[in-house]
């Protein structure tokens, strides 16, 4: 099988799992997840109903090189686990600052996985930040969690829109310093 290179993203090895560049290999499985409306209505950009060609479109913007964020899948093969139990992004807000994303697959909610692919991240520091950001849906209780139990600390309330559920959201913004 033939993987296509990703410019300057490397893959994060962790004991339970890796977070490895996207291919275009995960396409079912992110349609799968990501069209699952406990997924999608969680996030700010993924539709529901998940439109054709979607997650195809969204692996080609992980896969350029001029892209505006770095996007790895939690891949689990190597414990028996998924090739992609989730996502989790960086997206350089500034030279010294990136905002971080995720979403896990139902199938792994309550498991530590977010919480374990978030540290992976945060101490891998690809983007060499100072600052890491994050907001979460004020009704996503779960998610606050996976950020303050990687030490995020509270910044305030904001709104954003959803396009699952096409209305803004309440939010709670999040910051975390490098270590």
């Not at 099988?1 to 799992?17: D, G, L």
């Not at 209505?41 to 892209?67: K, Q, V, W």
């Not at 998610?143 to 303050?148: E, I």
Request: a negative charge; aromatic letters at 8%.
């Amino acid at each position: 099988m033939k993987h296509e290179p990703i410019a300057n993203q490397p893959v994060i090895e962790t004991e339970r799992f890796d977070l490895r560049p996207l291919r275009r290999s995960d396409e079912g499985l992110i349609d799968m997840n990501a069209g699952d409306p406990r997924v999608a209505t969680a996030t700010t950009s993924i539709p529901h109903p998940l439109p054709p060609g979607a997650s195809a479109a969204f692996i080609a913007r992980a896969m350029d090189e001029e892209r505006q964020e770095d996007v790895w899948a939690i891949d689990g093969t190597k414990s028996a686990g998924s090739e992609l139990m989730g996502v989790v992004s960086l997206k350089r807000v500034s030279a010294d600052q990136s905002e971080i994303g995720y979403w896990v697959a139902p199938a792994y909610w309550n498991t530590g996985v977010a919480s374990a692919a978030v540290q992976a991240l945060l101490a891998a520091n690809p983007h060499d930040c100072r600052t890491f950001f994050a907001s979460v849906f004020q009704d996503n209780a779960a998610s606050a969690r996976v950020l303050t139990n990687c030490g995020f600390r509270y910044l305030g309330d904001a709104e954003t829109f959803s396009v699952a559920r096409n209305a803004r959201v309440p939010t709670w913004t999040y910051s975390r310093k490098a270590d």
